[in-house]
T-cell receptor, first 112, second 116 residues
Framework: AQSVTQLDSQVPVFEEAPVELRCNYSSSVSVYLFWYVQYPNQGLQLLLKYLSGSTLVKGINGFEAEFNKSQTSFHLRKPSVHISDTAEYFC??????????FGKGTRLHILP | DGGITQSPKYLFRKEGQNVTLSCEQNLNHDAMYWYRQDPGQGLRLIYYSQIVNDFQKGDIAEGYSVSREKKESFPLTVTSAQKNPTAFYLC???????????????FGPGTRLTVL
């Protein structure tokens, strides 16, 4: 069975500082990995996805994530955050033909 | 533009009343989902439907009911049997992923239900 662990429930970071949101997964088969963002009182929006190929994936709003198969991780990074990045971020995993499993989310707080 | 609509955005009901949340999609997706979101608990699956006229219980189906009479529509009813219905409800659909390829999930804007 697949599972996703987001190691931090909340991450505070100063504006213009770098940030990393951590995600680890477990699966016995090849996986597809996703990061979604949820702004307050809105639905989830796809930020980026890893399907195959290059392990460094670039998404919207300057975010990127790196797939590390040996460490079963898919951490999300941004070199310089903005106040508008305040949101909750969800990591998700699926495999071919299977449903998507979501982590519990990491709330990103941007400090002025 | 293709997408998922949920209505209303905010809903208030008295305790003991049933309430139905609307979800419509024009993405031509077969599979649709309902999630409940509470602070710090992520997304919990209530019901899902992989095809018209068929649906399955998710992890927290008690106190909820659904129907799937049309491909475009997947309404959720929160019944009086649901002990703690106040939450944010998200509807989603899943892209087909034909040929064993990946599936991507698309979400509606959500409905915040408050039971007084």
């Amino acid at each position: 069975a697949q599972s996703v662990t987001q190691l931090d429930s909340q991450v505070p970071v100063f504006e213009e500082a770098p940030v990393e949101l951590r995600c680890n997964y477990s699966s016995s088969v090849s996986v597809y990995l996703f990061w979604y963002v949820q702004y307050p009182n809105q639905g989830l929006q796809l930020l980026l996805k890893y399907l195959s190929g290059s392990t460094l994936v670039k998404g919207i709003n300057g975010f990127e994530a790196e797939f590390n198969k040996s460490q079963t991780s898919f951490h999300l990074r941004k070199p310089s955050v903005h106040i508008s990045d305040t949101a909750e971020y969800f990591c998700a995993v699926s495999s071919k033909g299977d449903k998507i499993i979501f982590g519990k989310g990491t709330r990103l707080h941007i400090l002025p | 533009d293709g997408g998922i609509t949920q209505s209303p955005k905010y809903l208030f009901r008295k305790e003991g009343q049933n309430v139905t949340l609307s979800c419509e999609q024009n993405l031509n997706h077969d599979a649709m989902y309902w999630y409940r979101q509470d602070p710090g608990q992520g997304l919990r699956l209530i019901y899902y439907s992989q095809i018209v006229n068929d649906f399955q219980k998710g992890d927290i189906a008690e106190g909820y009911s659904v129907s799937r009479e049309k491909k475009e529509s997947f309404p959720l009813t929160v019944t009086s049997a649901q002990k703690n219905p106040t939450a944010f409800y998200l509807c989603a659909s899943l892209s087909p992923g034909g040929g064993g390829t990946y599936n991507e999930q698309f979400f509606g804007p959500g409905t915040r239900l408050t039971v007084l």
